[in-house]
C-alpha cells in the first residue's frame, strides 16, 4: 500500500508560482512512476506531467511544457511539481499518483494504483 500526501497548494496571482511536494509513505518509491493530475469543477481529471521512478525520464502535457517541472527525491521519497507562468484556467485540485508498470500507460489516470487527497490551486487573474 501507497500512501501520497499532498502539500503546497494555495492562491496565487496569474504568472506567479507555487511548488508542490507529493511525499510517499514507501520503502521502494524509486519503484513507481509518479504523475500529476488536475481536475477543475465540472471538468474531467487531466494528465499535468509523470516522471519514472528514477528520475530521468518525464512527460508533460503540451499546456504546461516549459513552465512546469516534475522532478523527485528518491532517498526523500518525495515528488515535487514546480508551476512557473500560472494561468487562471489552471484553477483545480491537484492530485499526485503512483503506479508501477511501463511508461507507456503513465498519461492514463486509470493506470495509477495510489492518488493523494488533491491540494487546492487557485490562480486569480
Known amino acids: 500500500q501507497v500512501q501520497l500526501v499532498e502539500s503546497g497548494g494555495g492562491l496565487v496571482q496569474a504568472g506567479g508560482s507555487l511548488r508542490l511536494s507529493c511525499a510517499a509513505s514507501?520503502?521502494?518509491?524509486?519503484?513507481?512512476?509518479m504523475g500529476w493530475f488536475r481536475q477543475a469543477p465540472g471538468k474531467e481529471r487531466e494528465f499535468v506531467t509523470a516522471?519514472?521512478?528514477?528520475?530521468?525520464?518525464?512527460n508533460y502535457a503540451v499546456s504546461v511544457k516549459g513552465r512546469f517541472t516534475i522532478s523527485r527525491d528518491n532517498a526523500k521519497n518525495t515528488g515535487y511539481l514546480q508551476m512557473n507562468g500560472q494561468k487562471p484556467e489552471e484553477t483545480a485540485v491537484y492530485y499526485c499518483a503512483a503506479y508501477s508498470g511501463s511508461l507507456s500507460y503513465w498519461r492514463a489516470p486509470g493506470n495509477y494504483d495510489y492518488w493523494g487527497q488533491g491540494t487546492q490551486v487557485t490562480v486569480s487573474s
Open positions: 514507501v520503502r521502494t518509491f524509486s519503484s513507481y512512476i
Open positions: 516522471i519514472s521512478g528514477s528520475g530521468r525520464s518525464t
